[in-house]
C-alpha cells in the first residue's frame, strides 16, 4: 500500500489558539468514533532496515529515532539523512554456559531503552543490559549529547541479580506514568519446564521460580516501578505490592508471579498497566498440568499475577516434586504459600490477580480471533489523543482509548476494546494486510504515528527484513491516483488511438473529473474531457497526451503519454516453448524471438527487406528473488550494447554503485570502462570481483576502499560484474534469435527467483520523425509459490514464521487462496507443503484445486487429515520430564536415584514432525488460467482452522 499521503489543510488561519486548532484538526482529520477507517488510509513506511537483532526503539519530536540491538549497539535513524548510525557499543553478555561448561546464545545482552520524559532537558536515557561478565543485569542512565553517549556520565540505578547456566526470560520493557515513575518488566530467568518450574532439589535452583517470579524478595518475574532521581538514584513511589521497610520483600515490586513480562505501557487516563506476558510450551492439559497460555494483561492496581504455580484464567499447575517424581498438590489462588527452600521471601502471597486475554497454541473459544499456533505475547500502547501535542498524523478517533497490542509469533496487530469501566469488551484486527515480521517493540511516535520493530525471521543472528516501519494514517482528502495509457505508441498518419485513465481512482470515493490535453511541442492543445476519448493524428509529428484527473475538493494529479505519428512502431514477439509462467531448472528454454516494423522489414528469413538480427538486443537473466521488473522497462530509449544488460543496470540503480563508479568516466572509483579493460581476458576476474562487491576490498584502484554489500546477492553481483565486464564492448547480443537456455541458479542463491527471457528493437527514423523503441518479455517465475504471493484470498490468515521459514496460511472452510493468468500447459501435478496439527487447533479438511473462480471447475483435490504425532514425540509425562531433570529410575524397585549427569538438560519439547509434501494429481489443462485453492470442512467450526499451508509447488511430472 504504497499510498501517497496527504495532510489535512491547515486551519490556524481560520481559528485563534492553539488548543481550538488541534481539536478541529482532531475532529476533522478523524473518522467518527463509531466508523472504523478504511485499511487504505493508512501507509507503511520502512524507515529504518538492515538491523541487527532490534529490541526496543524511541521517537523523537524530529522523527529521530534511537534503536537498540541484542549484541550491544545502540543506533539513530536520521530522518533528514536517512541513514541508521552507530552511536555507541555496548559491552553486554549474550550466552549463557551450563555446569558442564557449554556455551549457548542467550535471550539476554543490552534488552532495555527509554528516554526520560524531560530528555529535551536532561538528555538522559536509560538502558537495561547484561553485565559482560557478573551474573546480573543493570537499569543504567546516560547523558546523550551530539549523537553520543557521554563517557563517564553512566549511572547505575538497579542491579537484579541474574543466573547464566540456562535460559530463559529477560523482559527489558520500559514506559512511565504521568508522575515519572519508571516501569521495568523483569523475566524471570528460570529453566524452561513442561512440568511447574518448581525444582526442589539441591543444584537446581535455576529451574525453581519458586525462588524468582514467586519469591517476594527477588526481582526477577516482575514489573518493578521506581522514581528516577536526577542523582541517579531512585526513590520508590507509593502504592508498591509491598511498603518500603516490610520484611523480606522488595520495595520495587509493583506485581510479581510473571513469567516473561514484555512490552508494557500505562494508559495516561487511567492510570492501568498494559502489558503482554510470553506463557509456558505445553499444548494440552496432562497430569504435570495445564496447557500454556500467552497472556495480554491488565493490572489495575499491584498485584500477583501468579507464576510458575497459575497461568491463564487460574488454570493450576501442581507443584511437582521432582525428587519422588510425583506431581503434587495444587495451590489455592486465594491463598497461594511459598514454601520452596529457593524463596527467600514471604511465604504467605497476595491472592492471583485475573489474567485479562488469555489464548493457548490452539483455538481459543473466548478469543477466537487471536489464531492458533505459535504465540509470544509482545503488547503495545493504548491510544489517546491527548497525549500527542500538535502530532502531524493522529490516529482516528474510532481508536480512542483502544489497546493497540501485536504478537512477536502471529504477527497481528489488534485493537482491544475496553468498557467504562476497563473490563476487555472486545477486539478487532488493525491493517490486517500489514504483516510485521516478528514484531519485538511497538509504539507510537509523538507526531501521532504508530511504529513498529519487527525483529525479523532469524532468531540470535541477523535477519533481512528486520526494520523499522511507521504506520502513517492520513484522514483527510487525498490526492486521485492517476494512470494514463494509449492503446499504441504511434504509427504511420493518418491513424487513431484511445487513450485510457483505466486503474485512475479516488482512495475517498469521490466523482473524477477527466482532462486530456493532446499538442506537439508549439502547437496548440485538443481537449478532451471523457476518461477514455479516442483521438485521430493526420499530421507527423512528436504528441504528448496529459491526462489530469480532479475530485470535487480540488486534490488533481496528473500523467502523460507520448505519441509518436510518422513512424510505425515495430512489433516484437517473444515465444517460449510449452510452460509461459514456469521455468524449471533442470529443463531447458526453448525460445524464439521475431521482430517485424513497417518500415524496416522482418527478422524472418523468407522476408524480403530483412532486420539484420544483429540489431535486436536479446537477453535472458535469471534474478534472485523480489527483484521488481517494473524499472527494467525499456521505454523509448533506443536499443545500444547495454540493452541486454538491463536487469545489471535495475540493480546498479537500486543500489550505491553510481555514488563512486560511472560507466565511461572516474569517479571515486574506476570506470567501469576501466575494470572491463584491466580484467579482459581474464575470466577467472568475475568470481573474484563478485566477492568483491559483496565483502568490500581495496588497493586495486588507489586509496578509497570499496564498502561491502553483504545484503546483496550472489546472482545479483554476478549480472552487476557481468555487465561490468561487457561494457565496453558493441554487440548488442550475445545470444542468437532462436535458441535452448538451460537456467544456472547462482551458487549461494536460494533458487526462488525469476528468469526474464527479453528482446528489444529500435527502427529506424522516418525523415524527421525520431525512431521507435518496443520490446517483449516472458517472466518465467520459480514453480514453487508462496501463499503471500496468493493475489486473492478470503477466509485464510497469513502469518510468518520463524527462523526464517517463510510464510504460513491457515485455512479455514470456505476459504480460498487465488493466483491470477497462469499457464497450466504441461502441468501435471502440485506439491502442497501442508499439514493438520493438532498444537494449532486444526482439525484437517479438503483442498480443492479450481479453475477462474473459487466454484469453477475442480481439476485436483486432496484430504488433508490431522497429523498423529510419533510416540516417542509425544506430549510429555511426568516420567519424561522427571528424566530430562536428570534422575533415573533403579532397576527392579521404581525409586528414583539422581544422575550424575547433566543438571541443565531441558525437558523434551513436543515438536512434530515437518510435514511431507501432499501430491495432487491435476486433470490436464492447458493456457492461461486463475488458479484457486478452496478449503473446505463442513463439520469445522468458524473459529477452527482445517490446516496450515506454506509452499505451492506446479509441477510438469507426477511423482
Not at 509504539?443 to 519487527?454: Q, R
Not at 526453448?590 to 518500415?599: I, N, P
Not at 504441461?826 to 493438520?836: C, H
Request: hydrophobic content about 35%.
Amino acid at each position: 500500500m504504497n499510498y501517497k499521503r496527504y495532510l489535512s489543510k491547515s486551519l490556524s488561519i481560520l481559528l485563534n489558539t492553539s488548543l481550538i486548532a488541534g481539536l478541529a484538526s482532531f475532529t476533522i482529520q478523524d473518522n467518527p468514533r463509531d466508523q472504523k477507517p478504511d485499511e487504505s488510509r493508512f501507509t507503511p513506511v520502512v524507515i529504518a532496515e538492515n538491523l541487527d537483532e532490534p529490541m526496543v526503539f524511541e521517537v523523537l519530536k524530529d522523527g529521530t529515532a534511537y534503536i537498540i540491538e541484542r549484541k550491544g549497539a545502540f543506533k539513530k535513524y536520521d530522518p533528514a539523512t536517512k541513514t541508521v548510525n552507530l552511536i555507541a557499543t555496548i559491552p553486554v553478555n549474550t550466552k549463557y554456559t551450563s555446569a558442564e561448561g557449554v556455551s549457548r546464545e542467550a535471550e539476554e545482552g543490552l534488552m532495555g531503552l527509554s528516554l526520560d520524559p524531560n530528555f529535551d532537558k536532561n538528555h538522559w536515557v536509560y538502558l537495561y543490559y547484561a553485565h559482560p561478565t557478573e551474573k546480573k543485569h543493570l537499569l543504567t542512565r546516560w547523558d546523550l549529547r551530539d549523537d553520543k553517549l557521554i563517557t563517564g556520565s553512566e549511572k547505575v540505578l538497579l542491579e537484579v541479580t541474574t543466573q547464566r547456566e540456562v535460559c530463559c526470560h529477560t523482559g527489558g520493557g520500559m514506559t512511565w506514568d504521568k508522575a515519572g515513575n519508571l516501569y521495568l518488566t523483569v523475566g524471570n530467568n528460570t529453566g524452561n519446564q513442561q512440568a511447574a518450574q518448581t525444582d526442589e532439589r539441591p543444584g537446581r535452583a535455576s529451574w525453581d521460580d519458586q525462588g524468582h517470579a514467586g519469591n517476594t524478595n527477588d526481582l526477577r518475574g516482575k514489573i518493578l516501578r521506581i522514581h528516577p532521581e536526577p542523582d541517579g538514584s531512585y526513590t520508590i513511589p507509593e502504592g508498591n505490592l509491598y511498603p518500603k521497610g516490610t520484611a523480606k520483600t522488595r520495595p520495587e515490586i509493583y506485581s510479581m508471579g510473571h513469567r516473561n513480562p514484555w512490552r508494557i505501557a500505562v494508559d495516561s487516563k487511567t492510570g492501568f498497566v498494559y502489558w503482554g506476558e510470553v506463557g509456558p510450551d505445553a499444548n494440552e492439559d496432562s497430569e504435570i498440568g495445564p496447557r500454556g497460555y500467552d497472556e495480554l494483561n491488565q493490572a489495575r492496581k499491584p498485584g500477583n499475577f501468579g507464576w510458575p504455580w497459575f497461568v491463564g484464567n487460574d488454570q493450576a499447575f501442581p507443584v511437582f516434586d521432582y525428587g519422588t517424581n510425583k506431581p503434587l498438590e495444587k495451590k489455592d489462588p486465594k491463598k497461594p504459600v511459598n514454601t520452596s527452600p529457593n524463596n527467600t521471601g514471604l511465604t504467605e502471597l497476595p491472592p492471583v490477580a485475573p489474567s485479562f486475554i488469555y489464548y493457548p497454541y490452539g483455538v481459543s473459544e473466548k478469543f477466537p480471533l487471536v489464531g492458533s499456533g505459535s504465540r509470544s505475547a509482545t503488547g503495545g500502547p493504548i491510544y489517546h489523543r491527548s497525549d500527542f501535542k500538535d502530532p502531524k498524523r493522529p490516529w482516528p478517533a474510532y481508536y480512542e482509548g483502544k489497546w493497540i497490542a501485536t504478537d512477536f509469533s502471529r504477527g497481528w496487530i489488534m485493537a482491544i476494546t475496553m468498557d467504562a469501566n476497563g473490563d476487555y469488551k472486545s477486539m478487532e484486527r488493525v491493517l490486517p494486510n500489514y504483516r510485521p515480521v516478528e514484531p519485538i517493540d511497538m509504539k507510537f511516535g509523538p507526531d501521532g504515528d504508530l511504529y513498529t520493530l519487527e525483529y525479523g525471521s532469524n532468531w540470535f543472528r541477523k535477519s533481512d527484513n528486520s526494520r523499522l516501519v511507521r504506520l502513517e494514517y492520513n484522514g483527510g482528502n487525498r490526492k486521485p491516483l492517476v494512470q494514463a495509457s494509449a492503446s499504441k505508441k504511434g504509427g504511420t498518419v493518418p491513424f487513431q488511438i484511445t487513450l485510457s485513465s483505466e486503474g485512475s481512482k479516488d482512495f475517498d470515493g469521490d466523482a473524477l473529473k477527466y482532462q486530456w490535453k493532446v499538442a506537439s511541442a508549439g502547437g496548440a492543445a485538443r481537449v478532451f474531457t471523457t476518461a477514455n476519448p479516442t483521438v485521430s493524428f493526420d499530421k507527423p509529428g512528436v504528441y504528448t497526451a496529459t491526462l489530469t484527473v480532479s475530485d470535487p475538493k480540488g486534490a488533481s494529479n496528473s500523467q502523460s503519454v507520448k505519441i509518436i505519428a510518422g513512424n510505425e512502431p515495430p512489433v516484437v514477439a517473444v515465444n517460449v516453448v510449452g510452460n509461459k509462467s514456469f521455468y524449471f531448472p533442470d529443463k531447458p528454454i526453448q525460445y524464439s524471438v521475431q521482430v517485424t516494423d513497417k518500415e524496416d522489414g522482418s527478422t524472418a528469413k523468407s522476408n524480403a527487406k530483412q532486420i539484420n538480427p544483429g540489431r535486436v538486443a536479446m537477453s535472458i537473466d535469471y534474478t534472485s528473488e523480489g527483484f521488481d521488473y517494473a524499472e527494467v522497462a525499456q521505454s523509448q530509449r533506443s536499443v545500444d550494447a547495454s540493452t541486454q544488460f538491463a536487469v545489471a543496470q535495475t540493480l546498479i540503480g537500486q543500489s550505491d554503485c553510481k555514488v563512486c563508479h560511472q560507466v565511461a568516466t572516474k569517479s571515486v572509483g574506476p570506470s567501469f570502462n576501466d575494470v572491463a579493460n584491466r580484467y579482459k581476458g581474464k575470466p577467472e576476474a568475475a568470481d573474484h570481483l563478485v566477492k568483491k562487491i559483496i565483502n568490500g576490498g581495496g588497493g586495486v584502484w588507489g586509496d578509497v576502499a570499496m564498502p561491502a554489500h553483504p545484503a546483496m546477492s550472489t546472482a545479483d553481483a554476478a549480472a552487476i560484474v557481468k555487465y561490468i565486464l561487457n561494457s565496453t564492448e558493441k554487440t548488442l547480443s550475445t545470444l542468437p534469435l532462436e535458441g535452448s537456455y538451460t537456467v544456472n541458479v547462482p551458487q549461494g542463491d536460494n533458487g526462488k527467483g525469476s528468469v526474464l527471457v527479453r528482446a528489444a528493437y529500435t527502427d529506424q527514423p522516418v525523415k524527421a520523425i525520431p525512431s521507435q523503441t518496443s520490446e517483449s518479455q516472458i517472466i518465467l517465475r520459480n514453480p514453487e509459490v508462496s501463499p503471500a504471493d496468493a493475489e486473492v484470498s478470503k477466509g485464510v490468515d497469513i502469518k510468518a514464521r520463524g527462523m526464517g521459514a517463510g510464510v504460513s496460511l491457515m485455512a479455514f472452510s470456505g476459504g480460498y487462496i487465488g493466483y491470477k493468468k497462469l499457464d497450466l500447459t504441461d502441468i501435471k501435478q502440485l506439491d502442497l507443503v501442508a499439514s493438520a496439527q493438532k498444537r494449532e487447533g486444526s482439525v484437517g479438511g479438503t483442498v480443492e484445486i479450481r479453475l477462474d473462480s473459487p466454484t469453477g471447475e475442480v481439476i485436483g483435490k486432496t484430504q488433508v487429515e490431522v497429523a498423529q504425532p510419533r510416540a516417542a514425540n509425544a506430549a510429555p509425562t511426568a516420567t519424561s520430564i522427571q528424566i530430562a531433570g536428570g534422575t533415573t529410575a533403579s532397576a527392579g524397585t521404581g525409586a528414583t536415584t539422581t544422575a550424575p549427569k547433566s543438571t541443565t538438560a531441558a525437558a523434551p519439547a513436543y515438536t512434530p514432525r515437518g510435514p511431507a509434501p501432499i501430491r495432487v494429481d491435476l486433470k490436464e489443462t492447458n493456457g492461461v488460467h486463475d488458479v484457486y485453492l478452496v478449503f473446505k470442512n463442513s463439520d469445522a467450526k468458524p473459529i477452527e482452522p482445517l490446516l496450515s499451508l506454506s509452499s505451492i509447488k506446479f509441477s510438469p511430472v507426477k511423482k
